[in-house]
């Protein structure tokens, strides 16, 4: 850039700077009605679409297909043509030496035009590198084999129903169908244990288990079978059948005497 050129445009700077609108409120303000209007699509996003349901995280379950979210899929995606001996360089060596590149991108191209369409090593840098992150994420999109779907049962009564098939085939050998004991001489069903056993003690003792009175761990991370819901689902069925103090769903609430 000559003098002259330099002259024009700090003059067109100045121009524009004694015409333009100030920071405060003027900028401020449109910002904050920007915002205001992503905070109420995002409430509206959640209000009418919601988050689709999951069961929660089990370690040992081994059908399940991890993903990271979808703004690193790229980098997944990357990672797949990176040797496994190298995969600490393809994690962090290629994604900070791409990050300290857009980082001296100013520094490195040190066009004096303002205009996309006359600063080429800084529009095709960004351009390439948005490209290649878009491409990456479809290609990770389409090989993403399908999720199997587990049924997650949200309501209580959805519950106590699911809880109610569990109990049977898991625990009514030893307690009963109703919680009377069988092989065991403590009845779950009894006030002694619904009133002084909270929610996640029961669930605890369904997944640990008690080798000291001979009850085998049940939940899958101690090597039994059953998944964190399903013992949250049977434990709800405990709680609204044999807690008295617990009013089922839909049901009148008892008048205090």
């Given at each position: ?10 003059e ?9 609108v100030?920071?405060?409120p ?28 999951e069961?929660?995280?089990d ?16 980098l ?7 040797p ?54 479809i ?12 049924p ?8 106590i ?58 939940g899958t991370?101690n ?7 399903e013992?949250?689902?049977?434990v ?6 044999w807690?008295?103090?617990v ?6 609430p008892?008048?205090?005497?």
């Amino acid at each position: 850039m000559n003098e002259e050129q330099k002259r024009k445009y700090w003059e067109r700077y100045l121009k524009l700077k004694h015409e333009g609108v100030k920071f405060f409120p003027d900028v401020v303000y449109k910002d904050a009605i920007v915002a205001f209007l992503i905070f109420l699509l995002l409430v509206g996003l959640a209000a009418f679409l919601g988050v689709h349901p999951e069961p929660r995280v089990d370690p040992n379950d081994t059908a399940y297909i991890p993903r990271p979210e979808w703004y690193f899929l790229f980098l997944f995606q990357f990672l797949k043509a990176v040797p496994p001996q190298l995969e600490w360089v393809g994690a962090t060596v290629v994604p900070g030496l791409a990050i300290l590149i857009l980082f001296l991108l100013p520094f490195i191209d040190k066009n004096p035009y303002r205009h996309w369409s006359r600063r080429k090593i800084a529009t095709g840098t960004m351009t390439a590198v948005v490209l290649a992150m878009v491409v990456l994420t479809i290609q990770a999109v389409r090989t993403t084999p399908p999720q199997p779907e587990k049924p997650v049962a949200q309501s209580i009564p959805q519950q106590i129903a699911t809880g109610h098939k569990l109990f049977e085939s898991n625990c009514a050998v030893c307690h009963g169908k109703n919680g009377e004991g069988v092989l065991v001489k403590k009845a779950l069903s009894s006030k002694d244990v619904m009133y002084t056993h909270d929610n996640e003690t029961l669930a605890n003792i369904i997944s640990f288990g008690q080798p000291e009175e001979g009850m085998q761990p049940f939940g899958t991370a101690n090597g039994g079978s059953l998944s964190p819901d399903e013992i949250k689902a049977i434990v709800t069925f405990m709680r609204y059948t044999w807690d008295d103090r617990v009013q089922p769903p839909g049901a009148t609430p008892t008048p205090a005497p």
